[in-house]
């Protein structure tokens, strides 16, 4: 017996299931839209009138902000969807990919961020800016702004999710085929500016930026912004040039005491006249020209110090008593500290206590009240090479020499030269070995350092221009 009443409306099926299609007029127009649930976005609270969140009533849900799910709203006009077949085929695509969607993400596989590049970056260095060295940092950002610059542009690329190894392949290939950066020239160019050359990059400069720019990826992949890279996608597809290794450069003892003469000849110029001795506040020809220099590069020379080390090197760190100076962690690239060992060097010691004598109360070793600034010491040691003859050099240079001269004078360490050396450089032993054993022939009678380096008359003659007369050496305010 049939049952009474209005018959039941059938349910059609939708052939997209998820997906919903509907138009809006506006100004006569028609615009189709499809609206759909996003799996990768998190559900959102449902607001009443006044912006305020609407509470469960029963259940466990009671209490708590009423869910909804996040939809995102799609333009199929502006997709070029304008016939019917056309916008059915792309919304049963959709509802598919959101099934598919779905059950991976069912399976463990991570939620999709939406994540820009840009923001990704910026989240890692709020993260570690207080952690990372300002010196670091620059290096990060060398790395990671031509990696965003070929994202937006080149690559395509969005977000991070759809960064692939194919993709890191193609941005190794852009990144190596770039040009160096060199000075800029020409009319107007403000100091320090720097443009696009012809010449290529250096394997050094290169790996350095791939270096930092896979630590940079490798936090965002444990953050889960990358689901497509794995380690071992950055590192292979990522993969640093292949560099020359040529001999660590040092300097002779022949080039180490044209340097130093050098250093002191340019410390020794004056400037003919000044206002202050035109005006009669000091004898005519006795002010320096320069920022003294042969201290700062001797003490190079004996510390083994890197340069910014050694450049913000304060009296506090300098113990004359005990016969050596003390690094502090934060001071040192590595953030391990260490001590230097005054023995070895006897000339060091001396420098070092006349500069004292006459620092009258300067916080800094070199620089007094302010830091030596590397532009200052930049242009004194190309000022060196161009006008007063000294050999070609770079403030590292000045470290390997010291380390070369330590590890190969047998009777300055003995046979503990390979690890001392390494102890007073600051890096590991087998650095020693590799770059500083063996390189050089040092005398067996010379047991102090500026012996092993033939310079100790040198040496004698900074030490009486730094304690003697006048000091040579403005102070920083008045060269800058």
């Not at 391990?336 to 001396?350: C, F, I, M, Q, S």
């Amino acid at each position: 017996m049939a049952k009474l009443g209005r018959p039941k409306k059938r349910r059609v099926r939708s052939p997209h299931p998820g997906v919903r299609l509907f138009k809006r007029e506006r100004q006569n127009v028609e615009t189709w839209y499809a609206r759909c649930v996003d799996p990768d976005k998190p559900a959102i609270p449902m607001l009443d009138s006044e912006g305020k969140p609407i509470l469960g009533r029963r259940g466990k849900h009671k209490g708590q902000p009423r869910m909804m799910p996040a939809e995102t709203e799609f333009n199929l006009t502006a997709l070029g969807k304008t016939t019917d077949e056309s916008r059915r085929a792309w919304a049963i695509d959709k509802a598919n990919s959101i099934q598919e969607r779905k059950a991976a993400l069912a399976s463990g596989v991570v939620t999709l961020t939406q994540t820009t590049v840009k923001t990704a970056l910026e989240g890692y260095y709020s993260a570690f800016e207080a952690e990372l060295k300002p010196s670091t940092l620059t290096v990060y950002r060398q790395a990671t702004e031509p990696f965003e610059a070929w994202a937006n542009s080149a690559a395509g690329v969005t977000c991070t999710e759809s960064l692939t190894p194919a993709k890191l392949l193609d941005f190794r290939a852009w990144f190596v085929a770039r040009p160096a950066f060199v000075q800029a020239s020409g009319e107007g160019v403000g100091k320090g500016k720097r443009m696009e050359g012809s010449r290529k990059r250096s394997a050094g400069q290169i790996n350095k930026c791939l270096r930092a720019l896979r630590t940079v990826l490798n936090y965002l992949r444990r953050k889960n912004q990358t689901p497509a890279l794995t380690s071992d996608n950055i590192r292979e597809n990522l993969e640093f040039v292949k560099r020359q290794k040529p001999l660590p450069r040092f300097l002779e003892a022949p080039d180490i005491r044209k340097l130093l003469k050098a250093a002191l000849r340019h410390d020794a110029e004056k400037f003919d006249l000044t206002r202050d001795e035109k005006a009669g506040k000091a004898e005519p020809g006795t002010t320096a020209k320069h920022v003294a220099i042969a201290p700062f590069i001797a003490a190079a020379l004996f510390t083994g110090c890197r340069f910014a080390e050694l450049a913000n090197l304060r009296w506090e760190q300098v113990k004359l008593d005990a016969g050596e100076i003390r690094l502090d962690s934060s001071d040192t690239k590595t953030g391990h500290g260490r001590k230097v060992d005054l023995t070895p060097t006897p000339a060091l010691a001396a420098l070092l206590s006349a500069m004292k004598l006459r620092s009258k109360g300067c916080q800094y070793v070199f620089g007094c009240d302010e830091a030596l600034r590397r532009d200052i010491a930049e242009s004194a040691r190309k000022r060196l090479r161009k006008n007063f003859g000294a050999p070609r050099f770079s403030w590292h240079d000045l470290r390997r020499t010291c380390g070369t001269f330590l590890t190969c004078a047998p009777n300055i360490y003995g046979a503990a030269s390979a690890f001392l050396t390494a102890k007073r450089l600051g890096h590991s032993v087998s650095v020693s070995e590799r770059h500083y054993l063996g390189q050089v022939k040092v005398s067996p009678k010379a047991r102090t350092l500026e012996g092993a380096m033939v310079i100790r008359k040198t040496c004698a003659k900074i030490v009486a221009r730094v304690s003697g007369g006048k000091p040579a050496t403005p102070s920083l305010r008045e060269v800058a």
